[in-house]
C-alpha cells in the first residue's frame, strides 16, 4: 500500500474485490476520511462485500457492480488495487487493455494502479503455474493502454507487484 501511497483519507479501489477480504484492509488503512471502491462483475460477491461491510461497521467502503470492460468508477480515484485476478482479466469477454484504459480514466492526475500476482513458474502457494501472469503480460497491457511502469517490486518471496501511472513508460520494461 505504501508503494501506491495509500494513507488516511485516501479514495481507493479494487477491482476483482471477491469476497471483500484485501477491501477491508484498504478501508482500515484509508479510516473514515476515506473511501474504498469494492468492484467485482459478479452481483453475488458485490452482495457479500456489502454484508461483510455492515457487520464490520466499515460505511465508507462502497460496493460497485462493474462489468467485464468498464469498471464503472468514479472520478478522483488516487489508487487502484488488482490482486491476483488479472488472469481473470485475460479471460473473454475481457479485453485487459480497455479495462485498464478505464480504469486509469478514473485516476486522479497523479494516481496510480498496482498489480499484485504470482510470479510465474511454480514453488510457493497460489494457482497452478499455468494459470499464472508473466509480469510482462502485464506490462504490455497496461503500456498498450496508455499507462507508464511507476516501480516494480517483489511482494513475498512468490508474487510480483506492478505500479503504474498515466502517461509515456519511465522505466524500461525488462
Known amino acids: 500500500m505504501d508503494a501506491l501511497r495509500i494513507a488516511d483519507g485516501s479514495v481507493v479501489a479494487e477491482l476483482g474485490a471477491a469476497g471483500g477480504w484485501f477491501a477491508i484492509r484498504l478501508a482500515r488503512r484509508v479510516g473514515p476520511n476515506g473511501i474504498v471502491y469494492a468492484e467485482d462483475i459478479q452481483p453475488e460477491m458485490i452482495d457479500r462485500i456489502g454484508r461483510r461491510v455492515k457487520q464490520e461497521n466499515l460505511p465508507w467502503v462502497r460496493p460497485v457492480l462493474g462489468t467485464a470492460n468498464d469498471p464503472r468508477l468514479p472520478q478522483g480515484i488516487d489508487a487502484v488495487v488488482i490482486v491476483e485476478t488479472f488472469a481473470e482479466m485475460e479471460l473473454p469477454p475481457t479485453n485487459p487493455v480497455l479495462l485498464l484504459k ?3 480514466e478514473s485516476l486522479k492526475p497523479d494516481g496510480r494502479i498496482g498489480i499484485v500476482d504470482f510470479n510465474p513458474g511454480g514453488g510457493g502457494p497460489g494457482p497452478a503455474p499455468e494459470q499464472r501472469v508473466d509480469p510482462q503480460t502485464a506490462i504490455n497491457a ?12 517483489a511482494v513475498q518471496p ?5 505500479v503504474f501511472g498515466k502517461g509515456p513508460a519511465a522505466l524500461p520494461t525488462p
Open 158 to 162: 512468490f508474487q510480483y507487484l506492478l
Open 102 to 104: 478505464k480504469t486509469a
Open 142 to 153: 497496461a503500456t498498450a493502454a496508455g499507462l507508464r511502469l511507476i516501480a516494480r517490486e
